[in-house]
């Protein structure tokens, strides 16, 4: 408590109370108590049906597995359709098991991602939004690095389909270690301040037949951090790293600080 100057805060459990460094009087000041709205455990875990529910400024924490998103979706054959995340602290919501639908929901204005999905195998994200998300300015490169709109990982069959990747404070998608046969169609993919498209450390399927795709897809003024203040020139529309067996066609790439790399 005696530590807080002006521009921090500081929470007093003990005495239920918020003490912040600079005066409240002209502004909004606004706090949340709970760390997520539905975590759906057990073992097996069971299947969610999320529909046509907002989920806002939930006090979601990136360092801790339960609290890390609104949602957090376990089971498999989850379903989140035509649902909203707004503006947590954190990232708006996670799955980790196979069968996940996603479609017609925005994920948007969270602090550090959108969405992850992690094992996700014969999963769909359709028709959604996900923007303006790394509102916190997490770390965008490096070891440490998962920030962005939609992050994947070691999933197989996960298909992106007619979805929006809108000026994220990082990589709007991106495919991150052990991912197989993705597909990435009709997307339309702007104004992220890193990669628009990042499939890296992707695409090895040691019983062959691996094929990823990624086409169709509209790829406009990325690379937005470089435009700023020239950092990130190894960025790209579409970029692939440590990746095989991925086929890139009829893709339209305009004004990105780098087209394909």
């Not at 907002?54 to 035509?82: H, K, M, Q």
């Not at 999933?155 to 052990?178: P, R």
Request: aromatic share 10%; proline share 1%; charged share 10%.
């Amino acid at each position: 408590r005696a530590a807080v100057t002006a521009g921090k805060f500081f929470v007093d459990t003990s005495n239920a109370q918020l003490v912040i460094g600079d005066n409240p009087a002209t502004k909004t000041i606004e706090a949340s108590i709970y760390d997520n709205a539905l975590w759906a455990a057990g073992s097996p875990a069971v299947a969610i049906n999320v529909k046509g529910v907002g989920f806002r400024r939930y006090a979601t924490a990136p360092n801790n597995t339960i609290s890390l998103a609104a949602v957090v979706a376990t089971g498999a054959n989850s379903v989140i359709e035509d649902s909203v995340f707004l503006y947590n602290a954190s990232t708006g919501f996670i799955a980790n098991n196979s069968g996940l639908l996603v479609k017609n929901s925005v994920s948007a204005y969270n602090g550090w991602k959108g969405a992850n999905l992690n094992g996700t195998h014969n999963s769909t994200i359709q028709s959604s939004t996900f923007a303006y998300n790394n509102m916190e300015d997490f770390q965008r490169q490096g070891a440490a690095a998962a920030a962005g709109g939609l992050k994947i990982t070691n999933g197989a069959n996960v298909k992106v389909i007619g979805s929006t990747f809108d000026s994220n404070e990082a990589n709007g998608l991106w495919y991150d270690v052990g991912n197989t046969n993705a597909t990435i169609v009709n997307n339309l993919v702007k104004n992220n301040a890193r990669n628009g498209i990042f499939f890296e450390i992707s695409g090895t399927n040691s019983n062959g037949g691996d094929t990823n795709i990624i086409a169709s897809n509209r790829v406009i003024g990325n690379v937005q951090d470089t435009l700023r203040d020239n950092k990130f020139y190894f960025s790209a529309g579409i970029k692939t790293s440590s990746s095989t067996n991925v086929y890139i066609f009829n893709n339209t790439l305009y004004q990105n600080y780098g087209s394909i790399s």
